[in-house]
């Protein structure tokens, strides 16, 4: 038994053995308040790590395969090559993240070395609320239990958008008398995620396929999702301890994004204004406004393409967008055209929207054939309506490679101090050059 009282002590353990870290604090009052830890020597944790031999470190692009490999090591037990683990303990789950949900955000909180399931969103926005407070598995609590849940629903088509506004509504008068409280901060595709997650409970589990420690990978975009989500790519060893110290696990996360990046969530702002009613507007203000994005793989990234709209109607200057690397004032190493301030019809926007309205809506009615969901109001698409009025503005870069910091710079010398330049729309990164603009 040691006791400190200097800040940040360090201490060697060197006799193998669990140990308990007590922190105890007095205020000035002498009250006291006291947290501990346990700490276990003798045992050291597996080391994991998945290296991406061929392909980009930061975003997936859909249908191009990766080349990848999964190393495994720990002091005591050894190494996949020595033959000492067996690939059969490693688990391996390569999952995709629907829109909405940051890979990044999600593998940050992600601490199940178990854990084995392709509804990861669902399961990660479910840890986040509530839910298990009222609902458990397997067994009836205050409220149903996830798999009567998924048992009673699980042949109505429409159950998800109902329940999932009930989850933000709150309700009752299925179950019993306990009314499920309201969770009005929920969106409804949050909703609707969880609910997903909760009905597969009563799905047959098919197996996931195996995925090999090393080889290819081809990402795919689920059936029906807008392929604006990304990928979580997972490994997970849990260790055979050491005599009297138990096993220790360990796991290695590797978030790949989408391609296609939205602007007002940019790492770094320079000279911005974003807009939300009636709908979103995120504009780039006067001469040497920026974006910034932290941690960008520049392999095989050929192109750059923007959407953006620059009208006289708003008071938009227009201007070029410059690619920086690693400073606002960094190494030039593509820009576009001048985006050029024009108005638009207006007019003919509305009716290609119309159009795709129209074609959405008979695809629905052909699909499921539910005349109830056809007949409910179609909620108006801000988000398209903003990429038809949009241009794109192309961007060809130098060949790059490694992780770099990278500056979307927005100039207009003759512009006037935070006069709006242009609307950012969307950011896509390429690593294919289309025909079209290799012509």
């Known amino acids: 038994h040691e006791t400190f009282t200097d800040p940040n002590p360090k201490l060697i353990l ?28 003798g045992n050291d944790p597996p080391v994991v790590n998945i290296n991406i031999l061929k392909g980009n470190k930061t975003f997936f692009f859909p249908n191009q395969s990766i080349q990848y490999a999964i190393e495994i090591s720990d002091k005591e037990d050894g190494t996949v090559a020595s033959g000492k683990v067996s690939p059969d303990e490693i688990a391996v789950n390569f999952d995709y993240i629907p829109d909405g949900f940051d890979p990044i955000e999600i593998a940050r909180h992600h601490r199940a070395a178990d854990a084995k399931t392709g509804f990861i969103a669902g399961l990660y926005l479910m840890n986040a609320s509530d839910c298990k407070t009222c609902h458990l598995p397997d067994k009836n609590s205050v409220g149903p239990s996830f798999l009567n849940i998924a048992g009673k629903y699980k042949s109505d088509q429409g159950a998800v958008a109902r329940l999932a506004a009930k989850v933000i509504q709150g309700g009752g008068g299925v179950w019993g008398e306990h009314a499920m409280s309201a969770h009005p901060k929920i969106s ?3 909703a609707e995620t969880i609910v997903k997650y909760i009905l597969s409970m009563g799905q047959k589990q098919i197996p996931l396929p195996f995925i090999p420690l090393s080889g290819n990978y081809t990402p795919r975009i689920p059936k029906g999702d807008n392929g604006k989500g990304g990928y979580l790519l997972r490994a997970a060893y849990s260790d055979k301890g050491n005599g009297n110290i138990g096993s220790l696990s360990s796991e290695y996360l590797l978030p790949l994004r989408s391609p296609s990046l939205v602007p007002e969530r940019a790492d770094i702002q320079a000279h911005t204004q974003l807009l939300t009613t009636p709908s979103v507007s995120f504009s780039m203000l006067g001469d040497h406004s920026y974006l910034g994005y932290n941690n960008i793989d520049f392999s095989g990234i050929r192109q750059i393409e923007f959407w953006v709209q620059a009208t006289p109607n708003e008071g938009d200057a227009g201007g070029i967008i410059e690619v920086h690397l690693d400073a606002p004032d960094g190494r030039l190493i593509g820009q576009t055209e001048m985006v050029v301030s024009k108005a638009f019809d207006f007019d003919s926007m509305m009716k290609k929207l119309g159009g795709q309205d129209k074609k959405a809506s008979v695809a629905g009615k ?37 992780i770099h910091k990278v500056f979307f710079v927005f100039r207009n010398p003759k512009a006037e101090a935070n006069q709006p330049l242009m609307q950012m729309v969307e950011i896509q990164f390429q690593n294919k050059v289309p025909e079209v603009a290799a012509k």
């Open 188 to 190: 409804q595709p949050e």
């Open 366 to 402: 052909k699909k499921d054939g539910d005349k109830k969901a056809s007949n409910q109001p179609k909620e108006f698409d801000f988000s398209l309506l903003r990429k038809l009025m949009a241009t794109k503005a192309m961007a060809p870069i130098s060949a790059e490679e490694g």
């Open 14 to 41: 060197d006799q193998a053995g669990t140990y308990e870290a007590k922190l105890t604090v007095t205020d000035t009052r002498g009250e006291k308040n006291s947290k501990a830890l346990e700490l276990k020597a």
